[in-house]
């Protein structure tokens, strides 16, 4: 009897005959050669078995194989909600986002910067008109941002018409007049100016084009206003308007405006110690936030990742939105992030057997969001958060509650305990990959 | 859901179906594209990976031939095995690996990829057969490795390696026997 051969048909899975069967049996009860060969073939068998299953192509090399054939990567079987390039689109336009606000965001300092720009100017005995030299000459949406954060004497000015050159040249005469600051400060502050102006100019046009839609409109000239306007956008900063030169009319209002900034320069002047005053609350002039946020979320039952679906690797376990302020404490908006979900399912082996299989794809997932926020008197801002939205996968869901602690008007960083979940469909069932974790972030408020 | 029914209708369609959807329009092309992928990318590579000594040789046979396999479905034919033809471009491109090797690898230090140990429990047991199908001869391992890896028949085998039946089943007995040998000394060790 041929043992070898008939342990080949079993392994083979060939039905043995009954007494070729008991003869492969009773060989095995008594011979230890041959119970080694046949563990050695089963080891074998099921070391292949796993050595295939194992053998699923790391993520690279599938982006090599998509790549070069110029499809998108990462194939899992299910289609794609957004085209190929939204993920490095999308990290484009949050980029570019994100760069807005953080620009945006320096009203202070760009107000110093033209105050001490014009205040230099009257030290020298020149008028106060915005010196070529200095940041306020650069363009009228500085000394707009001047006014718009500081306001007249430290009030806070909600932006408008007027004329914010006038308003900030008189306050900063009276700071002048008291020698609030030291030249070398100035000469800060002009480097400051430097610096602003360069970063300006590295934004380029875009950004200047997207700060001028918040920038007041300044109504048409005509002959009714024209004068006002003239006053507004050209006169010098220490020249007084016309009283009354113009009729009282809608056409006048920002001259107007104008007289009453004027009128506030009258008074006291704002304390030694601090030129700028208190600073007062900022309300957004836009009603929207860019939160950025990191994610550290876990399953227990995690595997190491092999597969991507549009990975773009600085942006894996993040997520940014865009937030609409729509009613006290109510905001609404969109987010978009990047994480892996685990994922379990049952599926088929080369041989139609049932396995599990296991594997950890990382997601890109788009929602809309809500988000209530609870004013408090301290810095803490208590918020639940909702999200619905989905991956390519399917439809994804996520809670958090948290807290924002306020840094400054502007901006806030928060910290929230989160659980989230994405769903996904192998064959006709579905299955979900809960994860729960902690999440954290930056959000700036314009 | 909409995309439930794009995963089904494409698990149904057979290999034949989506090796001719590969001429049709880029996202039909695509799909069916990723569908073949999925379906034998893991095999395709462990199979370069056993024929192969050197796994970046073996990572690099499984890219071009997938890569192959979608330019040659510009090509009119009628594929009705399209599993045979994607092992079969992978084995002649491991063959011409080989043949650029003919002074051989030594066979030390052979070790196993990445993937396709570190997630495994079995990471010894799997070292140990990977060593003895690497001192496999080629035609012994390609056999052994179509049947008892890959799961072919004996006679998709043949006709992949253009030889007949019972000469496979010969290599295939003989390479069993080869490895049991070589596992043979730690094999009351292993379970």
Redesign the interface.
């Given at each position: 009897m041929d043992y070898?051969?008939l342990l080949?048909d079993f392994?083979?899975g060939i039905p043995l005959e009954y007494p070729a069967e008991q003869h492969l049996f009773a060989a095995l009860q008594t011979s230890e050669q041959l119970r080694?060969?046949l563990?050695?073939?089963i080891?074998?068998?099921?070391?292949?078995t796993?050595?295939?299953?194992?053998?699923?192509?790391?993520a690279h090399?599938?982006d090599?194989?998509f790549n070069?054939?110029g499809?998108?990567d990462a194939?899992?079987?299910?289609?794609r909600?957004l085209p190929y390039p939204f993920g490095t689109v999308s990290g484009f336009v949050a980029g570019l986002v994100v760069a807005f606000f953080l620009f945006a965001q320096f009203p202070a300092r760009e107000s110093t910067v033209a105050r001490n720009g014009l205040r230099s100017t009257a030290k020298s005995g020149t008028a106060l008109t915005p010196d070529a030299s200095s940041p306020a000459a650069m363009g009228p949406h500085h000394t707009e941002r001047n006014a718009d954060a500081r306001g007249v004497n430290g009030r806070y000015s909600p932006p408008g018409p007027m004329s914010a050159h006038r308003v900030v040249g008189v306050q900063n005469t009276s700071a002048a007049a008291h020698g609030a600051l030291a030249p070398s400060t100035n000469e800060r502050a002009f480097a400051n100016g430097a610096e602003v102006e360069r970063l300006e100019r590295r934004l380029g046009a875009a950004l200047t084009a997207l700060r001028r839609l918040r920038r007041p409109a300044i109504p048409p000239a005509s002959a009714s206003n024209g004068p006002a306007i003239l006053a507004q956008t050209a006169a010098p900063i220490d020249a007084a308007p016309e009283p009354r030169s113009v009729p009282a009319t809608p056409d006048s209002v920002p001259t107007m405006r104008a007289e009453r900034a004027y009128a506030h320069t009258q008074q006291p002047a704002v304390p030694l110690d601090d030129p700028l005053g208190a600073e007062p609350p900022r309300k957004p002039t836009l009603p929207l936030s860019v939160e950025l946020r990191g994610i550290a979320s876990t399953d227990i039952r995690t595997?190491?990742s092999?597969l991507r679906i549009g990975t773009v690797p600085l942006e894996q376990n993040t997520s940014i939105g865009v937030y609409y302020h729509v009613d006290e404490g109510d905001w609404v908006g969109v987010e978009t992030g990047q994480e892996a979900y685990y994922q379990r399912f049952e599926d088929r082996d080369?041989?139609g057997n049932i396995i599990q299989r296991e594997q950890d794809p990382t997601l890109r997932w788009f929602g809309v969001g809500y988000k209530r926020i609870i004013e408090t008197p301290t810095g803490l801002r208590p918020f639940a958060h909702a999200i619905v939205g989905g991956t390519l996968?399917?439809p994804a869901g996520r809670i958090a509650l948290g807290t924002y602690y306020h840094i400054n008007p502007a901006l806030s960083v928060f910290g929230s305990l989160e659980l989230s979940a994405t769903t996904f469909?192998?064959?006709?069932t579905?299955g979900a990959s809960p994860k729960y974790g902690f999440s954290y972030g930056l959000s700036l408020t314009y | 859901?909409?995309?439930?029914k794009?995963?089904?209708e494409?698990?149904r369609l057979t290999d034949a179906e989506l090796f001719a959807r590969l001429r049709q329009g880029r996202s039909e092309a695509?799909?069916a594209?990723?569908?073949l992928?999925?379906r034998h990318?893991?095999?395709v590579?462990?199979y370069c990976?056993?024929v192969l000594d050197r796994h970046e040789d073996a990572?690099d046979v499984?890219?071009e031939t997938?890569?192959r396999l979608?330019a040659s479905a510009r090509q009119e034919r009628t594929m009705t095995n399209v599993v045979g033809f994607i092992f079969r471009i992978a084995r002649n491109l491991c063959l011409n690996v080989k043949r650029r090797r003919t002074s051989g690898e030594p066979l030390d230090g052979l070790e196993l990829s990445?993937?396709?140990?570190?997630?495994?429990e079995?990471g010894e047991?799997?070292r140990l057969?990977?060593c003895?199908v690497e001192r496999l001869d080629l035609h012994l391992r390609e056999a052994f490795v179509l049947?008892?890896?890959?799961?072919f028949s004996y006679e998709e085998i043949a006709a992949l390696l253009d030889t007949t039946i019972p000469t496979v089943?010969s290599r295939?007995?003989r390479a069993?026997?080869k490895?049991?040998a070589i596992?043979?000394p730690n094999?009351?060790e292993?379970?």
């Open positions: 070898d051969q080949n392994l083979d080694n060969d563990r050695g073939s080891l074998t068998l099921r070391a292949a796993l050595d295939v299953a194992a053998g699923a192509p790391p090399i599938t090599n194989i070069a054939l499809y998108d194939p899992t079987g299910a289609r909600l595997v190491p092999q080369v041989s996968l399917g469909v192998h064959g006709s579905w | 859901m909409l995309f439930g794009h995963i089904e494409l698990h695509e799909a594209f990723k569908e992928y999925r990318a893991a095999r590579r462990a990976h056993k990572d499984f890219q997938f890569i979608h990445e993937g396709f140990e570190a997630s495994l079995n047991l799997l057969i990977a003895a049947r008892d890896y890959e799961n089943k295939v007995r069993r026997k490895v049991r596992l043979a094999i009351s292993l379970d």
